[in-house]
């Protein structure tokens, strides 16, 4: 059970990050995976008032609040179309609309979840994080940071790169947790293709080898994924065994560059 001692609504990131400093004081994000541990909280830091409950764009990227819901991710005209419906299958098997529309982008980065969906995705799109106190990173990099970092996720940027994506993911069950899951994107010849649910944070890896530069067919899909089967570390949980990932991963990974230019 989850007991809270305050509740606070900071005026300003810089009243909500000196908040945040104490140990025992916690971003309450969506408050979706926060309320299912047995923990007690000093202050729930609640970052619902500070305006970063939206998706902006520029000419050259998307900018997303922290607070901005999945469910408008799922739904966004925009990042659908810059990612070719990647972005909503991405969060589509996330339990279901109801949780969606509570669980925030912020929420579900800052955890650095091996289980998330999203963490994988935005990695692949070369996304970059905005911390209060920290400043502008990328995503990739945030995600190697211990957990125990005490800061505030204020913003999401994806630029708007013109690049094939395609996303995969591997179930038990609808709705469960994924066993594994895939992004693999295809830009100029060059192609990355992240791995999560391993069950450790996704990690990006670059097709050193060109497997993919001179075309996909079935036997250079079959390579690259040999390729990266063999190169992610993997391990396992209660939900696969790391030699069941391993084969799941040459699976997603063939699938997923076979997908990659059926169209366009």
Known sequence: MLTIGQYSRPESLNEAYALCQKKNNVVLGGMLWLKMQHRSVGTAIDLSGLGLDKIEQSETAFRIGA?????????????????????????????????????????????????????TLLIALDTRV???????????????????????????????????????????????????????????????????????????????????????????????????????PLGSNMRASENYRREICKVLVRRAAMALYQEG
């Open 67 to 119: 607070m901005v819901s999945l469910r408008a991710l799922e739904t966004h005209a925009g990042l659908d179309a810059l990612t070719q419906g990647a972005m909503a299958e991405a969060v589509k098997h996330i339990v279901g609309v109801q949780f969606r529309n509570c669980a925030t982008v912020g929420g579900s980065l800052f955890g650095r979840f091996g289980f998330s969906d999203v963490l």
């Open 130 to 232: 905005t911390l209060h106190h920290a400043g502008e990173m990328p995503l990739a990099d945030f995600a190697a940071l211990p957990r125990a970092t005490r800061d505030i996720l204020t913003y999401v940027t994806i630029p708007k790169t013109p690049r094939r994506v395609v996303y995969l993911s591997q179930r038990n069950a609808a709705t469960d947790f994924p066993v594994l899951t895939c992004a693999l994107t295809g830009q100029d010849g060059q192609h990355t293709c992240v791995i999560g649910a391993r069950p450790m944070p996704a990690l990006a890896l670059s097709d050193d080898e060109g497997r993919l530069a001179q075309g996909v067919t079935e036997q250079s899909a079959r390579a690259f994924a040999e390729d990266v089967a063999a190169r992610v």
